[in-house]
Every structure is written in structure tokens, then in C-alpha cells.
């Protein structure tokens, strides 16, 4: 089993929809939980991070984490063709501050 | 202000040359991670330096090795290159080793052994 789980996608969604991604971790004492973005080509952007149960806005994103049930999901409301990337979940644990990441979830935006 | 820097941002060497990959964190970060990532995969981390100790180490041979400099940029460096080695090496610079400082990665370096 993977220690960091993601659904490899593509996840396509119309132009205005909202997109879920979704990421399961198998290791209890992770901490932290973040959402990076990865355009082909370039290297991963912080977008969300999230560190207690419940639901963290910011913009047209929402990261929801649920530690008894270990995931983490993200949502983007009103998808845009610029949102179309490859979106990777990272869970640090409680030393040290090492990332283990998803394989990352591909999203495809159509207008 | 400038946010992680990398250099070179492309390197083609030869199976077994040596090569050296060079990071500068955002100013006030004291801590550098490395990270490798293959194509289609998500990063997989090398190590961890903080305040120039080094803090964590991934599962990667000994040929792989590091160090950060008292103005806390770092250089990666990769004995006897194989093919397998070809990746996109990422630094991501963080306050402190705690889990909860968020980690920014710079551009990367692309790294292709022939």
C-alpha cells in the first residue's frame, strides 16, 4: 500500500463546474496536510494546506481533511481551463517536516 | 522577494560523470529539502538540511549526497550517474523542520543521463 494515494485521473470537468480530487494516507501520526499544483513542465505550487479536521477556504478552492477517516480532499469551484494541471497531495508527518506525495491527480478544465 | 532559486535549469551528462545541482532559498528559510521526480510521478524526497545539519534522508544510494552553506543555499550532488537518474530535481525551501511550515519549491533543475 502506498503511503500517499491519489486517483491518477484525468478528471475532466466542463468550464464553471466544480472539480474533487481526493487523497488517502495510510500513515495516523501525519500532521500536516498540503495541495500542490504542477503545470506540465514546470514544478509543483503550493495552493492549500491544512492541519486540523474540518474544511480550510481560500478562493475558489476548499481542502477538507478528515483524520479518523485519513483523507484529504480537495475542491475547485467554478473550474477554469487555466485550473487544468496535475494536482498533487503531500502529508508531512510529526518530525521532521519530510513531504511524501500522491502520484498526483491530472484535471482536465474543457471550456 | 525572490522565491527559490536553481541553477542550472537544464544538465545533460554522461553514465557515470558527476554532477553538481545548486539551490538558494527564500531569504529568511533556513531549511532545504531535495526532491526527485520522474516523469508521471509525484516528488520522492532526498534529504533535508536545517541551519546546515542535515535533518532527513530518503531512501537514495550513497552516490547521492548534500550539503547546505552558512547562507543556507545548498548543492546536491550525484556520483556515477545512471540512466535511471534522469528526473526533475526539485528544492523546496521552509522556514524550520516543522511539520507545519509550508515548503515552496523552486523552478528545478532537469537532469537527463544519455
Known amino acids: 500500500q502506498k503511503e500517499v494515494e491519489q486517483n491518477s485521473g484525468p478528471l475532466s470537468v466542463p468550464e464553471g463546474a466544480i472539480a474533487s480530487l481526493n487523497c488517502t494516507y495510510s500513515d495516523r501520526g501525519s500532521q500536516s496536510f498540503f495541495w500542490y499544483r504542477q503545470y506540465s513542465g514546470k514544478s509543483p505550487e503550493l495552493i492549500m494546506s491544512i492541519y486540523s479536521n474540518g474544511d480550510k477556504e481560500d478562493g475558489r478552492f476548499t481542502a477538507q481533511l478528515n483524520k479518523a477517516s485519513q483523507y484529504v480532499s480537495l475542491l475547485i469551484r467554478d473550474s477554469q481551463p487555466s485550473d487544468s494541471a496535475t494536482y498533487l497531495c503531500?502529508?508531512?508527518?510529526?518530525?521532521?517536516?519530510?513531504?511524501?506525495f500522491g502520484g498526483g491527480t491530472r484535471v482536465l478544465v474543457k471550456p | 522577494d525572490a522565491g527559490v532559486t536553481q541553477s542550472p535549469t537544464h544538465l545533460i551528462k554522461t553514465r557515470g560523470q558527476h554532477v553538481t545541482l545548486r539551490c538558494s532559498p527564500i531569504?529568511?528559510?533556513?531549511?532545504v529539502s531535495w526532491y526527485q521526480q520522474v516523469l508521471g510521478q509525484g516528488p520522492q524526497f532526498i534529504f533535508q538540511?536545517?541551519?546546515?545539519?542535515?535533518?532527513g534522508r530518503g531512501n537514495f544510494p550513497d552516490r547521492f549526497s548534500a550539503r547546505q552553506f552558512p547562507n543556507y543555499s545548498s548543492e546536491l550532488n550525484v556520483n556515477a550517474l545512471l540512466l535511471g537518474d534522469s528526473a526533475l530535481y526539485l528544492c523546496?525551501?521552509?522556514?524550520?523542520?516543522?511539520?507545519?511550515?509550508?515548503?515552496?519549491f523552486g523552478p528545478g533543475t532537469r537532469l537527463t543521463v544519455t
Open positions: 503531500a502529508v508531512s508527518k510529526a518530525a521532521g517536516n519530510k513531504l511524501t
Open positions: 523546496a525551501s521552509s522556514w524550520g523542520q516543522v511539520p507545519t511550515y509550508e515548503q515552496y
Open positions: 531569504s529568511g528559510h533556513k531549511s
Open positions: 538540511y536545517y541551519e546546515k545539519e542535515e535533518r
